[in-house]
């Protein structure tokens, strides 16, 4: 078989695509999670707010307080627990947070108990790529319907779109990302992807790739001009499953 070869639009792969990078990572940062509780490690694309700026999109969508959350390459699990920290949605919704990091999962359990929010939130080891999300058991099973209400992505599309690795059919892991998280998105459920490697027009080319998605909206950042041209160092677009 001829080597696969890369479309315009791939990405270098570096070691952020790499599980070996992340376990290291999570790692250090639950060692200094141990010794200093109040350093929960990196929160990812902190600088643009994403997190509170991501919250107040969904807050204006007007997502009903019974909306089941999951989070895609949870990491420490900052996003979860802002969402419970915000109190907008009930008590008894199901949030959860994966990673294909082992690492990741026992960082997440732990910040977790010490902020006594672990009857709230749980933290799973799956990788999206290659798992069935729909089979595991801790997907909201409904009588017509299993999958989430809202899943949320921050940052993990980019890790996934780095890797080397590919498909049987030769194409790199990123390309099936669309249609794997779609199927764990509820009929009428938002997907929300935040990206610093791609753009927003990048980004919903490849989303809207997967024909059971359509735009839903953007969150919007401060631009910069350069060159005469503007843009904005992150993005985040939402998506609806139709």
């Given at each position: 078989m001829a080597e696969p070869q890369p479309t315009e639009t791939d990405l270098n792969p570096s070691k952020l695509g790499t599980k070996e990078y992340w376990d290291a990572a999570y790692t250090r940062e639950t060692a200094n999670f141990l010794s200093n509780p109040s350093d929960e490690g990196v929160i990812w694309f902190d600088e643009s707010l994403a997190e509170s700026r991501i919250l107040s999109y969904l807050s204006s969508s007007d997502i009903p307080p019974t909306s089941s959350f999951l989070d895609i390459g949870t990491g420490n699990g900052h996003l979860l627990f802002e969402l419970i920290e915000s109190e907008d949605y009930d008590e008894s919704?199901?949030?959860?947070?994966?990673?294909?990091?082992?690492?990741?999962?026992?960082?997440?359990?732990?910040?977790?108990?010490?902020?006594?929010?672990?009857?709230?939130?749980?933290?799973?080891?799956?990788?999206?790529?290659?798992?069935?999300?729909?089979?595991?058991?801790?997907?909201?099973?409904?009588?017509?319907?299993?999958?989430?209400?809202?899943?949320?992505?921050k940052g993990t599309y980019d890790a996934i779109s780095l890797s080397e690795e590919t498909l049987d059919d030769g194409r790199r892991v990123y390309e099936d990302y669309p249609r794997k998280v779609a199927a764990v998105v509820k009929k009428g459920g938002l997907l929300v992807i935040t990206s610093c490697n791609w753009t927003e027009e990048e980004l919903e080319k490849k989303m809207l790739a997967e024909k059971s998605l359509k735009l839903h909206g953007r969150v919007k950042y401060p631009t910069f001009s350069f060159g005469g041209k503007t843009g904005q160092t992150i993005c985040t677009v939402c998506f609806q499953k139709i």
């Open positions: 919704t199901a949030m959860v947070g994966i990673d294909y990091s082992e690492r990741s999962i026992e960082l997440s359990r732990t910040i977790a108990k010490e902020r006594e929010v672990e009857e709230r939130v749980r933290f799973e080891i799956a990788d999206v790529i290659k798992d069935e999300l729909l089979e595991a058991e801790w997907v909201p099973k409904g009588d017509l319907e299993c999958g989430f209400d809202v899943v949320l992505d």
